[in-house]
């Protein structure tokens, strides 16, 4: 009892006194590096300007242009990689036809569609919108079809001898099978489509998180540049935690895998 008791503690106090060491080290940085709070503001300042940024609202205009963007992103791009990916791990010709096309696009930097985002979208939500789905979609894809492909044969072959049709196969076996590996590549997406949004948003459109730190480095407000940072990181924490949340639901999946 007292050992777990002290292993919540440690777990509890640990994050707590990372962040406290992270803030005294920026804090004598500032001091010893000789260089101007414009250049590198000191932790009460950027308290300061989150406060006021706060006050009059901006901020949370931002967080809210880039969360709309991110999550409606993420939607289309979990709507159709996931079905594409169990597509591709039950069908021998569907994979042999458009894998290929999947491992030739997948290593293309969502930012190098910037260019052609703008052109065929425009300005506003639309190019970051897509600039998202496409940092998203081929992970969602490229995991759903592996962890179909490590479904354990034995259980296609029992489901055949009850006779279950496709779409039984695909609801009972596969989705159950599936999901643990689904989540994780969740996970992983929302963290990389984040950290798009954010790119996305200095060039594209004139809101967000992205375009409040482009704009106030443009107007050498380096401590709005460091409160948007902050931001950032503190949603990537909140995101991450929903996504672990989601991890740990055991009741709606059950053991099909490889042991």
Excluded at 56 to 78: D, E, M, P, Q
Aim: glycine share 6%.
């Amino acid at each position: 009892m007292m050992t777990e008791t002290h292993s919540t503690l440690t777990k509890n106090i640990a994050p707590v006194l990372s962040f406290t060491v992270l803030v005294l080290v920026w804090e004598a940085t500032v001091r010893l590096s000789g260089w101007d709070t414009n250049v590198l503001p000191g932790p009460y300042k950027v308290l300061e300007s989150m406060t006021e940024l706060i006050a009059n609202g901006s901020i949370f205009k931002h967080t809210v242009a880039s969360l709309f963007r991110v999550t409606l992103g993420f939607y289309i791009a979990a709507i159709l990689g996931i079905p594409l990916g169990i597509i591709l791990g039950r069908s021998q010709i569907a994979s042999i036809l458009f894998s290929p096309v999947i491992s030739f696009l997948r290593p293309i930097s969502p930012l190098a569609w910037i260019p052609l985002a703008m052109l065929w979208f425009g300005i506003g939500d639309k190019p970051a919108i897509f600039l998202i789905f496409l940092a998203s979609f081929f992970p969602i894809v490229m995991a759903t079809t592996v962890a179909v492909h490590s479904i354990n044969p034995t259980y296609f072959y029992v489901a055949a001898n009850f006779n279950f049709s496709r779409t039984e196969v695909i609801q009972k076996v596969v989705i159950p099978a599936i999901i643990p590996d689904v989540i994780t590549a969740l996970r992983l997406s929302v963290a990389i489509a984040w950290v798009v949004v954010v790119a996305a948003e200095m060039i594209a459109v004139q809101s967000g998180l992205g375009y409040l730190i482009l704009d106030s480095r443009n107007g050498l407000r380096m401590d709005y540049v460091m409160d948007g940072m902050i931001v950032i990181g503190l949603i990537g924490l909140f995101l991450d935690y929903i996504m672990r949340r989601l991890s740990r639901i055991e009741s709606a999946s059950w053991g099909v895998k490889q042991a």
